[in-house]
């Protein structure tokens, strides 16, 4: 399983200090989209830069537009670049062609998504390369949020996908039982006193 790092930081600078730290213990690097939104795609370009061996991965979130904005990430020096699963089909199909013109990628982001499963078989059919089995931080809060739910439904998709959403080093273990490909870590790595040592700690827990 691979460890993916969000960076949801503000600049493209205190990305760049992120990523130098958790590099040696992570397999991708993600711009979070409220990265992205503040600092815009030159951030892309710069981690990409700075961490060539790296996967780049850049949280857009489209909604509309997919071919445009896939076309312009990718251009950018991202790797992966993901779409929302609530989006139309044409929206996803358009970003799947935009990867397919540059040997790249979509991950379509099943946030806010109901039947996770079911929209996970579609949107792979489409071309996605798989999918992201993601709670956000508001849903996280919400009463009744627990982390077992995106772990049942990526079982139950039978698609490749990723986990989003509370993974940390306690939950990371479970996360690999469930099948995911990639396991996603955030605030469990930025808020750490360490961030090196927080991006290894997870790393060893992944058997």
């Known amino acids: 399983m691979k460890l993916q790092f969000a960076m949801d930081t503000l600049t493209t600078e205190a990305a760049l200090a992120l990523a130098e730290a958790a590099a040696p213990h992570v397999d991708i690097l993600e711009l979070g989209t409220p990265l992205i939104k503040s600092a815009g795609l030159s951030a892309v370009t710069a981690i990409k830069k700075a961490h060539p061996d790296k996967i780049v991965f850049a949280d857009l979130k489209t909604m509309d537009a997919g071919e445009l904005e896939a076309d312009i990430a990718f251009t950018a020096g991202a790797d992966l670049v993901t779409v929302l699963g609530t989006a139309g089909d044409s929206t996803i199909a358009g970003a799947v062609k935009a990867a397919k013109a540059h040997g790249k990628g979509i991950v379509v ?40 739910t995106l772990l049942r439904d990526g079982e139950a998709s039978g698609v490749p996908f990723s986990v989003a959403g509370g993974v940390n080093a306690a939950s990371i273990g479970s996360v690999q039982k469930s099948g995911a490909q990639i396991a996603v870590a955030g605030s469990a790595i930025y808020s750490a006193p360490d961030v090196g040592a927080a991006a290894a700690e997870l790393r060893a827990a992944i058997s």
């Open 109 to 148: 982001d099943l946030i806010g998504v109901k039947d996770k499963p079911a929209r996970a078989k579609e949107v792979v059919e489409l071309g996605a390369e798989f999918v992201e089995m993601h709670a956000g931080l508001d849903e996280q809060a919400e009463e009744g949020f627990t982390f077992d």
